[in-house]
């Protein structure tokens, strides 16, 4: 999340991923309702919900790269 900065506290950057886990599940699920309601068609025809998809897309590979960023993906990493 953009509010993170050198130096927080673990409690802080805890409750930051636990606010980024929180809203990811909440689109992830506003996508799959609406996927089910609307069917794959009519739900891609809407610029909005290519949008929001991407949004999940991209939130769940954050996810994913934020819980293997300590071992298995160091190149990814920038800075000292």
């Known amino acids: 999340m953009a509010i993170e900065y050198e130096g927080s506290s673990d409690e802080y950057t805890y409750i930051l991923s636990m606010i980024n886990l ?3 599940l909440i689109f992830l699920t506003e996508a799959i309702i ?3 309601g609307m069917g794959p068609n009519k739900y891609f025809l809407d610029d909005w919900n290519k ?3 991407f949004v999940v897309v991209a939130s769940l590979i954050d996810l994913i790269l ?3 960023s300590d071992d298995a993906i160091t190149f990814l990493r920038v800075g000292p």
């Open 34 to 36: 609406k996927l089910i």
């Open 22 to 24: 929180g809203f990811t």
């Open 51 to 53: 949008f929001d998809f």
């Open 66 to 68: 934020d819980w293997f």
